[in-house]
């Protein structure tokens, strides 16, 4: 079996939000509407005070609560863990979105441009993916890249052509992706040699996306 999975390790991650360019650039998504995600704070108290990073998205969960309230099954999870979105059969009634527990998933019901009505970016001019309008998106692990490279002999997560732009673009190196259910890829070396966590791990719904961390001394 395969299980696509993100790691990201927040000791290495500067919040210089490239993650989130690339994926805005590549996907073409909505002003507004950010897939990747990086967040922002602060951890401690006053005079030890440390700022933190936390890169975020779609957690592609085993058990997906997004998948579970779709009424089309519109929203299915692959036989390698990653969570799709069929834009043919959403009806944007928004249950996934109130039921997912990280807050990612978003819906664009009109075309909105950088700059108003008025004009219009190159981008949004060659690529204004009207089958998002009115329906559920979100994150896909950049799933075309992935079936490109399997198509192709490419190994996602190692091959940059098979792998998500925002790995790729991380100059940190701070996101890897790959097969956790490969004792020899990337990411389970990874999870095999450091402390990790993943967010709401009390829901059990087996979140995809892994945070490596050191605790301070």
């Not at 890897?176 to 967010?199: C, K, P, Q, T």
């Not at 709401?200 to 050191?214: A, R």
Request: aromatic residues 8%.
């Amino acid at each position: 079996m395969t299980r696509y999975v993100m790691v990201a390790d927040i000791n290495r991650c500067v919040g210089c939000q490239t993650c989130t360019a690339a994926c805005k650039h590549t996907n073409a998504t909505a002003p507004g509407v950010q897939w990747r995600k990086v967040l922002d704070f602060e951890t401690g108290r006053f005079p030890n005070v440390h700022r933190a990073f936390i890169p975020v998205g779609c957690n592609h969960c085993l058990d997906a609560p997004c998948a579970d309230v779709c009424p089309t099954t519109a929203t299915q999870k692959r036989p390698d863990g990653i969570v799709t979105i069929n834009y043919d059969t959403c009806i944007g009634c928004a249950y996934c979105i109130e039921a997912c527990p990280y807050q990612a998933r978003e819906r664009v019901d009109i075309p909105n441009r950088a700059y108003g009505t008025r004009v219009q970016m190159k981008h949004e001019q060659r690529v204004e993916h009207l089958e998002r309008r009115a329906v559920a998106q979100k994150c896909t692990f950049c799933v075309d890249r992935v079936d490109f490279g399997l198509a192709n002999g490419l190994i996602p997560g190692i091959d940059p052509e098979a792998t998500p732009a925002c790995v790729n673009a991380c100059i940190a190196d701070a996101l890897s992706f790959g097969d956790i259910e490969d004792e020899n890829s990337n990411v389970a070396e990874l999870l095999r040699s450091h402390e990790y966590f993943r967010m709401h791990e009390e829901l059990d719904i087996g979140s995809g996306f892994y945070y490596l961390w050191t605790p301070r001394k």
